[in-house]
């Protein structure tokens, strides 16, 4: 947490001996080393590690060969519910057929299969994972929109729209629009009839849909300040650009999923902006923006944070980059002090959720925009998880 002087001195303290030991081809722990930096246990997705630690602990002359076999089977299963879980979204999302009408939109309904994983693996969240990956496709469509198709006044139209949340006035649009908008009425009315069924959890829909409704009104924003030209102080920037990685629609949907274990309570929490969405908001928006930033000046975008900073304090765009990667740091401390704080009031199964946005954030954009290039750690990781199974 912040202000910690002597965890702070114990974290350089090790990262340097772990730098030396993954430096030194002698050493038997390289390879361990190695992942320790790429994957500190607090920042790591828990499945996404798993399949390391099975081969690692396969390597250990003293391993409990029971155990070893239990943690394979368990994998293969669970592989093999994901395998299910994705065909069913890729089967919807080939029936919608928006891709035919937004071509120039990203095609990212693995990546946002594999979102939702991280967001919560366990096998009783098969529900919450299938409708979190709809909702995540659907909003990089929604990010497209803004971002390079819409002109200003449709876009104005479509988030006015979607603030109403009807079809009046939607005829005058593009017809990519307007079978967008309806895709995403529809999806949340599915949403609803499925969670009406058993009448737990009523309430939970409205907030779903506010959190789409926040998302728009974020994106036609930064659309109004790039039909403007105007560039934003880094803390106007902020503000907005923190709601705009879409956290604030993934969290509500999220909690939906886990049906009766997210009371009204957690939902009016989510509202009150919280510090550990705020700062795991922070930790996705300044990620992304580091490594995107020039891909998306080339595509015609609103400034990064990394443009607003360099504007704003003058300074070039390699020590903006380390000023803004302190701004990560202090923002994994906040939110690490919050998930304790909180943890006396509100489920650590519920905090986890929110707290896993932020280490995909880590996982897709630590070393480059892997939901846009999919190569690297995201293929390996879709590999891992999705294709190849353990040999037993």
């Given at each position: 947490m912040n202000g910690?002087?002597?965890?702070?001195?114990?974290?350089?303290?090790?990262?340097?001996?772990?730098?030396?030991?993954?430096?030194?081809?002698?050493?038997?722990?390289?390879?361990?080393?190695?992942?320790?930096?790429?994957?500190?246990?607090?920042?790591?997705?828990?499945?996404?590690?798993?399949?390391?630690?099975?081969?690692?602990?396969?390597?250990?002359?003293l391993k409990n060969n029971v155990l070893l076999k239990f943690a394979k089977l368990d994998y293969n299963a669970m592989q093999k519910l994901y395998q299910k879980e994705l065909y069913e979204v890729s089967r919807w999302w080939k029936d919608l057929k928006l891709m035919k009408e937004l071509y120039f939109a990203r095609d990212r309904m693995v990546e946002s299969y594999i979102w939702a994983l991280g967001v919560f693996y366990e096998p009783k969240y098969s529900y919450g994972r299938i409708i979190l990956a709809k909702i995540a496709v659907l909003t990089i469509l929604l990010d497209d929109i803004y971002d390079v198709y819409g002109t200003f006044d449709e876009l104005e139209l479509f988030t006015n729209a979607i603030e109403r949340w009807d079809s009046i006035g939607i005829e005058k649009l593009p017809k990519c629009m307007k079978v967008l908008y309806r895709a995403i009425l529809k999806v949340y009315?599915?949403?609803?009839?499925?969670?009406?069924?058993?009448?737990?959890?009523?309430?939970?829909?409205?907030?779903?849909?506010?959190?789409?409704?926040?998302?728009?009104?974020?994106?036609?924003?930064?659309?109004?300040?790039?039909?403007?030209?105007?560039?934003?102080?880094?803390?106007?920037?902020?503000?907005?650009?923190?709601?705009?990685?879409?956290?604030?629609?993934?969290?509500?949907?999220?909690?939906?999923?886990?049906?009766?274990?997210?009371?009204?309570?957690?939902?009016?929490?989510?509202?009150?902006d919280p510090m550990l969405?705020?700062?795991?908001?922070?930790?996705?928006?300044?990620?992304?923006?580091?490594?995107?930033?020039?891909?998306?000046?080339?595509?015609?975008?609103?400034?990064?944070?990394?443009?607003?900073?360099?504007?704003?304090?003058?300074?070039?765009?390699?020590?903006?980059?380390?000023?803004?990667?302190?701004?990560?740091?202090?923002?994994?401390?906040?939110?690490?002090?919050?998930?304790?704080?909180?943890?006396?009031?509100?489920?650590t199964v519920i905090l986890m959720r929110v707290l896993n946005h932020g280490r995909l954030s880590e996982f897709f954009y630590k070393k480059e925009d892997g939901y846009t290039f999919v190569h690297g750690d995201t293929k390996h990781f879709i590999t891992a998880m999705l294709i190849d199974p353990i040999p037993i």
């Open positions: 910690e002087i002597i965890l702070d001195k114990a974290l350089a303290f090790t990262t340097k001996k772990l730098e030396e030991m993954a430096m030194d081809f002698s050493c038997p722990y390289r390879d361990e080393a190695k992942y320790a930096l790429r994957w500190p246990i607090l920042k790591a997705l828990p499945r996404l590690i798993t399949k390391h630690h099975i081969s690692t602990y396969e390597k250990d002359p009315e599915e949403i609803e009839k499925d969670i009406s069924k058993d009448n737990i959890i009523p309430y939970a829909i409205h907030y779903a849909k506010e959190g789409m409704k926040r998302q728009c009104r974020a994106y036609f924003a930064e659309a109004k300040w790039f039909h403007e030209g105007y560039m934003p102080t880094f803390e106007e920037y902020m503000k907005v650009a923190i709601v705009s990685t879409c956290f604030y629609v993934y969290v509500p949907i999220s909690f939906v999923g886990m049906g009766v274990a997210a009371s009204q309570e957690v939902f009016e929490w989510v509202e009150s969405l705020k700062a795991s908001g922070i930790i996705g928006r300044l990620m992304n923006d580091i490594t995107s930033h020039k891909f998306e000046q080339e595509r015609g975008h609103i400034d990064s944070a990394v443009e607003c900073y360099m504007k704003q304090h003058e300074v070039s765009e390699e020590d903006a980059i380390i000023e803004l990667a302190k701004e990560i740091t202090k923002a994994w401390k906040d939110m690490i002090e919050d998930y304790i704080m909180k943890s006396t009031k509100l489920s």
